[in-house]
């Protein structure tokens, strides 16, 4: 079978959607579905990265959360969704954030073993998220040693490898699980859309349209 012709003209809008998998996919998909968005394959199932939708004119990348930004800034895909804790670690600006989803709800928080006594002047801090947690300590003065983990950091402190732990929080069972207490509130995380720069110009009624069908479904295709 012959490869069809390029056709610029046709493809001008068509648009790119970087989806950050687990969490994220999970809470996203009934609310693209709503838009009339739904992938041909079940993401959450299949192996494929690259889906198809109902609209023939958009299709969706399945990605790691922190490499979504990346994709959009580039401008290898359109439009991204991906949590606001990654948004806030990541170092870049090719893309606008016009929109918050509200879904994959959590929050930001330093947490230390219940009735920790503290000695240390400097306090070792266990996190994925080391450049958020280096701004949120330098603006208070407080002298921190940061040290990069990967995953469940709630670990770190049972075993004397950090002082405290920033990690993401929601309903806080894991933290309880543990023996770690919440002692301070970052910030508030839900996942956003983002639009890569040139796209927003060169694809901006695509963008915006998309833009409106998700704002006006966000909140319904939740269980
Ligand atoms: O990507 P990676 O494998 O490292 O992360 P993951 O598998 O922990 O989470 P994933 O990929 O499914 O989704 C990550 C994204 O979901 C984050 O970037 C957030 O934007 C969003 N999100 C919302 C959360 C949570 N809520 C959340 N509770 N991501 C992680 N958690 C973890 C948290 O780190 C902690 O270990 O869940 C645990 C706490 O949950 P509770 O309910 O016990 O408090
Ligand atoms: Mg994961």
Redesign the pocket.
Known sequence: MDAAPLQPEATRGNLTIAL?????L?EALPLLRTAGIAPQDDPGRSRKLIFGTARPDVRILVM???DVPTYVEYGAADLGI?????LLEYDGDGFYEPLDLGI???HLMVAAPAGQQLTAARLRIAT?YAGITRRHFAVQGVQTEIIKL?????LAPLVGLADRIV?????????K?NGLVEIERICE???RVIVNKAAWKTKHQAVTALLAELDRHKGSGRA
Do not use: Q
């Not at 950050?20 to 994220?24: C, D, E, L």
């Not at 991906?82 to 990654?86: L, Y």
């Not at 990690?167 to 933290?175: A, K, P, S």
């Open positions: 950050a998998k687990g969490r994220i999970k790691r959360a922190t991906v949590g606001k804790d990654t994959a709800r959590c994925k990967y995953g469940s950091m709630e990690d993401l929080v929601d309903t806080g069972n894991t933290l699980a995380i839900s996942a």
